[in-house]
C-alpha cells in the first residue's frame, strides 16, 4: 500500500503531540523521547500508521471495535442521526428515539431481568453510577447501613475516583487518596501465579470463599454488592478456574448483597456468548456494559439494571446523571452495531467457528520454551511467559521487564499484542477470519522467538527465588 500522504510528516506529528497532548497512562516525557507510533486509518482488523506500515491489531483498539474498521453502516447511522437530531438530554421528563431503541434492544439482548439502562458515556461512569445505585438501592430498602462494596485486587473498573476505588490496581490506588471509603478487596482468581501447590479447583473454591470470610467480617448489614469482572480483563486476561463462579453465585444467592458483573470488555460477544454472565450462567443484579456496545465508533457506556432493582429506586428521584446520558449520536451508532453483530452472526461465528480455531492455535503457543501457560475463551486470550516451564513463578526481573521486550518484538513484526507485567494478551475484533488468525499466529511465534533470544542475551531469563 502507498503511503498515506494527507498529512504532516511523522515527526512533526510527534512533536506537536508531545508538546500538547497528554497521554493515558503514559511517562509523558519518555514518550516525548521516543515519540508516539501515530495511527492514520483502518479496516477490518488493520492499522495503518503514519509510516504507510499495516499492523494486524490483536487488541481490538482497546478491547472494543468488536465489529472491526471500516463499517460504513456506522459512519452512517451517526451522519444521519446528527442531521436529525444531534444532541437532546434525557433529564426533565425528555427522552428521545435513539436512547429509546438502543434500551429497548438492550433490555431483549441483555440476560436474566435485566431489563434496565442508566446510560453513561463510558465504563468508568457506569461504574460510578454503580456505586451510586447499590447505596440508593439499600438505603430504599431501610438498610442505609450497607454501603460496602467488595471487589478484587488485580481488578479493572475505569478511572474515575470510584471506579478507580473499585479496581484493584496499586499503582492507581497510589496516586491520589484512593480508595475511597467503604471499598475493600479481596484476592483474585488467579491460579498461575497465586495458586501455589492447590489444584486450579480448590484454588478457585478458596478465593470464593474470601468473599463469604469477608461478608462475615463486615457483617452482612453492612455489605451492599460484590463487584467483579467474569474474566479479568486489563488485570491480564486472568480466566478463573471452573469452580470458581459457581460458588461466588452461591454466597450471592445466600447473602442479602447485589451482584455488579462488570461485562465492559466480555461483553457483546467476546467470549462466544454475548455476555460473559451468560457464559458462566450468572444472574448479576447489576451489569456494566461499554466499549462494544458501539465497537468503540462512539463514546457510550451504561449500566443495565435488573427489575427488582430497578423498582427500588425508581420509587424516588434518584440525583444522577450525565451530559451524555444515552447520546443520541452515540446510541444510534450502537444500535446499528448490534444489528449488524446479530445480522451477521458475528457472536455465533465466534462461538463455533473462528473462537475454536483461534484456541487451536494459541494452545500450540504452550509447546514454545518460552511460554509456561495458554489460556483463553473466545477471543480473548493470554499467555505466561516463563524462564522455566517446569515452575509455576514469575521472572528475577521487575515484573513487566521481559513483558515489555516481548510486546516491542510484536510491535516490530506489525503484531498490536500487548503485555500486562509478563502475560502477553490478545481481544482480537470478532471479525477476526482464520486466515487473519494464521497471520497473528505467525507474527506471535516470530516474535516470542525473538523475544526470547533477547531476554537470554540480556542475562533475564531467570526464575524468582
Ligand atoms: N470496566 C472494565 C472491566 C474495563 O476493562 C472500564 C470498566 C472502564 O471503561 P472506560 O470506558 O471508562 O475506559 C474498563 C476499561 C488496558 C485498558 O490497558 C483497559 C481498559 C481501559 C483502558 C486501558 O487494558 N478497560
Redesign the pocket.
Known amino acids: 500500500m502507498n503511503k498515506i500522504t494527507n498529512h504532516m510528516p511523522t515527526a512533526e506529528l510527534q512533536a506537536l503531540d508531545a508538546a500538547h497532548h497528554m497521554h493515558p ?1 503514559t511517562a509523558n516525557a519518555d514518550l516525548a523521547k521516543r515519540g508516539a507510533r501515530i495511527i492514520t486509518q483502518a479496516d477490518g482488523v488493520t492499522l495503518t500508521d503514519s509510516e504507510g506500515e499495516k499492523i494486524l491489531d490483536a487488541m481490538a483498539g ?2 472494543c471495535v468488536n465489529i472491526g474498521y471500516g463499517r460504513d453502516e456506522l459512519a452512517d447511522a451517526a451522519a444521519r442521526q446528527m442531521k436529525e437530531l444531534p444532541y437532546y438530554n434525557t433529564f426533565f421528563m425528555s427522552s428521545h428515539v435513539p436512547a429509546i431503541a438502543l434500551a429497548d434492544k438492550l433490555a431483549d439482548l441483555a440476560p436474566g431481568d435485566l431489563n434496565h439502562v442508566f446510560f453513561a458515556s ?4 457506569a ?1 460510578d453510577t454503580n456505586i451510586r445505585l447499590v447505596r440508593r438501592y439499600w438505603d430504599l430498602m431501610g438498610k442505609p447501613g450497607k454501603k460496602t462494596i467488595i471487589s478484587r485486587k488485580n481488578a ?4 474515575s475516583m470510584g ?1 478507580a476505588s473499585l479496581g484493584g490496581m496499586q499503582g492507581m490506588h497510589a496516586q491520589g487518596g484512593m480508595p475511597i471509603p467503604d471499598i475493600v478487596h479481596i484476592g483474585q482468581p488467579y491460579w498461575y501465579l497465586e495458586g501455589g501447590d492447590m489444584s486450579p479447583e480448590d484454588f478457585g473454591l478458596m478465593r470464593a470463599h474470601e468473599l463469604e470470610a469477608k461478608i462475615d467480617e463486615l457483617g452482612e448489614d453492612r455489605v451492599a454488592a460484590f463487584i467483579a ?1 467474569p474474566i479479568q ?2 488485570g491480564g486476561v486472568i480466566i478463573p478456574p471452573d469452580s470458581y463462579w459457581p460458588e461466588i453465585s452461591r454466597i450471592c444467592a445466600e447473602r442479602d448483597i447485589l451482584l455488579i458483573a ?1 461485562e ?2 466480555t461483553g457483546f460477544g467476546r467470549t462466544g456468548e454475548w455476555f460473559g454472565t451468560e457464559y458462566y450462567g450468572l444472574a448479576p443484579d447489576i451489569m ?1 456494559i ?2 462494544g456496545l458501539s465497537s468503540g465508533y462512539a463514546p457510550i ?1 451504561g449500566s443495565m439494571v435488573s427489575d427488582k432493582v430497578a423498582a427500588v429506586i425508581g420509587r424516588d428521584e434518584f440525583t444522577h446523571g450525565y451530559t451524555y446520558s444515552g447520546h443520541p449520536v452515540a446510541a444510534a451508532v450502537a444500535l446499528e452495531n448490534l444489528r449488524l453483530l446479530e445480522e451477521e452472526k458475528i457472536v455465533e461465528t465466534v462461538r463455533n467457528d473462528t473462537g475454536p480455531y483461534l484456541a487451536d492455535k494459541w494452545h500450540q503457543l504452550a509447546d514454545h520454551p518460552f511460554v509456561g501457560e495458554t489460556t483463553i475463551v473466545g477471543m480473548m486470550a493470554s499467555l505466561a511467559l516463563t524462564a522455566d516451564k517446569s515452575v509455576r513463578k514469575p521472572f528475577k526481573s521487575d515484573a513487566g521487564t521481559v513483558g515489555f521486550m516481548t510486546r516491542e518484538r510484536c510491535f516490530g513484526n506489525n503484531l498490536i499484542m500487548r503485555h500486562v507485567a509478563d502475560r502477553m494478551i490478545i481481544a482480537p475484533p470478532l471479525v477476526m477470519t482464520r486466515a487473519d488468525i494464521d497471520t497473528l499466529f505467525e507474527r506471535a511465534v516470530m516474535s516470542l522467538d525473538q523475544a526470547f533470544e533477547d531476554v537470554k542475551e540480556a542475562g533475564l531469563l531467570e526464575t524468582a527465588d
Not at 122 to 125: I, L, N, P, R
Open positions: 497512562f482497546l478491547w463510558g465504563g468508568s461512569e461504574n479493572y473498573h475505569g478511572t471506579a469482572e480483563g486489563a462488570d465492559v470488555i456494566t461499554a466499549k457506556g
